[in-house]
Antibody, heavy 120, light 110 residues
């Protein structure tokens, strides 16, 4: 089955860290750009970060630059999002998503999302 | 990067057609033919409906169509059906080599 399954969400205190994982299956993971997109419940989608197929090119939204790090392990078909110095405004559902062969390609597949809550 | 501008809500009766606009700048929507549209039902993950301005992925109804003029992209849904009621988001590639989403539009089928 073609799917993306996120894990690692939860409750964390402001200033804390969390690492999200996204396990891919059913497609050739190493061929695609991978993305993280977040959504505050009841609000819109916000692009967070992207990584190319071999991990050599990364992009970040200004709001997370310097705090979040995207990485991937093509041997494990998994993409990660390391989130440090977390703030209340990072509270959201985080979606892992599969792009195409190029950064500008649309997102053709989404995970089910994992909730991150930053609160004391 | 500011979100692309979409109307907060649109509505239509079954069988009618509606259009949702998505306005950006020459640095995103107007500069590239990499505009996509996503449908999201409550509590669900988004689903790709249109990519590269006007292309439909396999399995998406031909009632959905996309277009672009200048800095504004549009999604048209014809023959509205109850199951089309959802939130719709546009997205564009940007000159900064990032992506930006629209604010989202809630479609109500009356």
């Amino acid at each position: 089955e073609v799917q993306l399954v996120e894990s690692g969400g939860g409750l964390v205190q402001p200033g804390g860290s969390l690492r999200l994982s996204c396990a891919a299956s059913g497609f050739t993971f190493r061929s695609y750009w991978m993305h993280w997109v977040r959504q505050v419940p009841g609000k819109g989608l916000v692009w967070v970060s992207s990584m190319d197929s071999d991990g050599s090119d990364t992009r970040y939204a200004d709001s997370v630059k310097g705090r979040f790090t995207i990485s991937r392990d093509n041997a494990k078909n998994t993409v990660y999002l390391q989130m440090n110095s977390l703030r209340a405004e990072d509270t959201a559902v985080y979606y892992c998503a599969r792009g195409g062969s190029y950064l500008q390609d649309a997102i053709h597949m989404w995970g089910q999302g994992t909730m991150v809550t930053v609160s004391s | 990067q500011s979100a692309l501008t979409q109307p907060a809500s649109v509505s239509g009766s079954p069988g009618q057609s509606i259009t949702i606009s998505c306005t950006g700048t020459s640095s995103d929507v107007g500069g590239y033919n990499y505009v996509s549209w996503y449908q999201q039902h409550p509590g669900k993950a988004p689903k790709l409906m249109i990519y590269e301005v006007s292309n439909r992925p396999s399995g998406v109804s031909n009632r959905f169509s996309g277009s672009k003029s200048g800095n504004t992209a549009s999604l048209t849904i014809s023959g509205l059906q109850a199951e089309d009621e959802a939130d719709y988001y546009c997205s564009s590639y940007t000159r900064s080599r990032t992506a930006v989403f629209g604010e989202g539009t809630k479609l109500t089928v009356l």
